[in-house]
């Protein structure tokens, strides 16, 4: 019979109570190690029978709100505080992690978009196999912490549709962004256009699962980091799974704005290569037609630069960071207001 578990390794029992930290095996036989391994870090912290959380953050490796979260949350959880199990896994796409890159440096894949994995395939579609068929099923709940990386800098939102799925789940989805608080959450029509998700694959297993974009930029900021642990906290508390104080300083969750973008005209992009200079911040609401920017050519100082317009009405919820682009790069993201009904 042709094997197809993981070949991935941990020596953490999932069923043992307290809190274990070790590291995944993910095999790696390279020219300076044959039989060598690359140590994913993976905590399992579990008291007795209750709700399973898993919090994974560095699926991007070069966005650190989320991963500097869950290291903060892997040292100050007490298992005595816990009912059930909270899983962390806080650099998911390991060697992009650990090289503050949006994909492996190893083999060049984005783990965002090749769930569900091979359990024999590349490194990091092993590792996608891994989450699908050893933590994902495990779990009730799952939070994947992202932000803009690199290239893209958001306002704090919530992912709280990437996939078509039942209306009871989506209902559940919506409620625990409400419970995480942030100021923006994002429903994204289920036909979008990018799949193999870390989201996607374990809303398919039927896990209440919702995605964050905490900043970015390739930095990490005061005000994302405490919006995005507290937010967790609280979707700790609420689903019973964590019994622990509330920080002296933790502020009440706020409402989520919640947005769309039902098509691709929400999306601004370049349309030529050069030096791009945007004409609108952050949080700015701008108009279809409205100039968003100029991308000019230094190269050939005399020519005039290309202007950029937006091609819908909505609230700039993400900008590019760079200056230098390539024709196809995003430059900006809008989001259109729901009115409650429409999710
Ligand atoms: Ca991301």
Redesign the pocket.
Known sequence: MEETGTRLATQIDFERDGKQCDYLRLPHSVHRSAYGWLPVPLVCIRNGDGPTVLLTSG??GD?YEGQVTLTRLTRSIDPADVTGRIIIFPMANYPAAKAGLRTSPIDELNL?RVFPGKHDGRLTEMLAHYIDTELTPRADYMLDL??G?SSLMYLPSLVLRDAAMPADLQARIIELGRVFGAPYGFLFPATRGWGGTNMRAAIARGVVAFGTEMGGGGTVTPECLRICEAGVRRVLRHVGVWHGPVADDEEPAVEPRMLTAESWDYFTYASEDGLFEPVVELGAEVTKGQRAGLIHTPETPWREPTEIRFDQTGLVVCKRVPGRVERGDCLFHLGADMAEGDW
């Open positions: 699926v991007h966005e965002n992202h932000s990386g």
